[in-house]
């Protein structure tokens, strides 16, 4: 496909955030798809990047990292939507540690990777964010996976011989990310139509989601 006046578009400017259900590989997927475009990858290097930018401490955003406490979550249950003015400058004083705050942070850090050079970043609504600020050149990824396979790739990557253990971390770390999207962006996480490529990664190898990313981004118009 040709786009854009019937040229090949320029990879240069073209950002991929990967949301990824838990156990489905979407990490492992970003992590070779970045390096097989030659691009920087981005997932938990955004927490350090926030603090130093921030100079709020590393752990206070690891604490906080794609999971809404018990103060949003009550939020959430009361059907309450993202926070006005969420997007808006984060404050330097007062209660700097508190979530809102500190996704403003977070926010502003992945608007400036995704502005200076492509890349790949993963979770922390990237998607959401970029989109809102106008991002072009953004595809916008979910990977996801049946039960089995999450349980058997978090086994596999966390190192959990019992399956009952893996279930339980999945379903746990599942719901955490549920409620931090909805609570941010007001969006359903696992809704698909929010996303420009959804992959159901049961059947598949992880090697092959790489290549079926990559088969899509050069049937958009992307010269990779």
């Known amino acids: ?20 259900q838990y156990g489905s590989g979407g990490r492992i997927v970003g992590k070779k798809l970045a390096e097989e475009l030659g691009i920087p990858f981005y997932d938990d290097e955004i927490l350090s990047m926030t603090a130093e930018k921030s100079a709020v401490g590393e752990k206070y955003f690891r604490l906080a990292d794609e999971k809404a406490g018990n103060n949003l979550l009550r939020k959430i249950v009361g059907n309450l939507r993202f926070p006005a003015g ?3 400058e984060p ?16 926010s502003e850090v992945i608007r400036e990777l995704a502005a200076a050079e492509s890349c790949v970043i993963v979770g922390r609504c990237a998607d959401y964010i970029l989109e809102t600020a106008g991002k072009e050149d953004l595809v916008k990824i979910f990977v996801y996976a049946d039960i089995p ?4 790739r978090t086994q596999e990557t966390d190192g959990i011989t019992d399956t009952k253990e893996a279930l339980n971390k999945l379903n746990k770390i599942t719901k955490q990310r549920k409620s931090y999207h909805k609570y941010f962006t007001g969006k359903e996480w696992e809704d698909v139509t929010n996303y420009d ?14 290549e079926l990313i990559k088969d899509y981004i050069r049937m958009i118009g992307y010269d990779i």
């Open 91 to 106: 404050k330097t004083e007062g209660d700097v540690t508190s979530p809102d705050n500190l996704f403003r942070f977070q």
């Open 149 to 152: 396979t999450c349980v058997r």
């Open 86 to 88: 969420i997007f808006d």
């Open 197 to 210: 490529l959804p992959i159901n990664a049961s059947k598949l190898e992880l090697d092959q989601v790489v």
């Open 1 to 20: 496909m040709i786009s854009k006046g019937g040229f090949l578009m320029d990879k240069s400017k073209l950002v991929l955030t990967i949301e990824r």
